[in-house]
């Protein structure tokens, strides 16, 4: 199952996900001091959205992992995508759960008016996963830091 934190319902969960979140994030050159603060802002202001995954096994919760997502909306192509901002797994997941997440996301995508998902990531087990769901992995994200900046 996956589970929409609503904005109001982020405070309950902060402290139990503010470090998975930020282990779960690449450090950026130059990035703000602010980071964190800022992602709950953003969770808080609906800006960006929290989700758990979770099974429910002879009646008792199991929590899989959780992610992060945010609708971008390139305004050259005026194309928006929902971009999973950042995401971890606490154990590995059956297909069921990867299927079951992966619906959730094209139908929330489909209803906000997104065309796609986009995902940056360093993780062989997901780049194959984006292949079984049809995903294009042909482009190579690059950063490259400039000096003094």
């Known amino acids: 199952m996956v589970q929409q934190i609503m904005p109001e319902q982020v405070t309950a969960f902060w402290e139990a996900a503010k470090d ?3 282990k779960s994030i690449p450090t950026i050159h130059g990035e703000s001091e602010q980071k964190m603060n800022n992602i709950l802002a953003a969770l808080l202001s609906g800006k960006m959205i929290l989700w758990v995954t979770y099974e429910i096994d002879k009646m008792k919760k199991r929590t899989n992992g959780l992610f992060i997502t945010r609708i971008l909306e390139d305004d050259i192509t005026e194309i928006k995508s929902l971009l999973m901002y950042c995401g971890h797994t606490y154990h590995p997941v059956s297909d ?29 087990a997901l780049v194959e996963r984006a292949k079984q769901f049809g995903g294009s992995t042909s482009y190579t994200f690059l950063s490259l830091p400039f000096s003094g900046g």
């Open 20 to 22: 998975t979140i930020l």
């Open 96 to 124: 069921q759960v990867w299927v079951e997440g992966w619906e959730a996301m094209e139908k929330y995508s489909k209803a906000n008016g997104c065309w796609r998902m986009v995902v940056y990531t360093d993780v062989p």
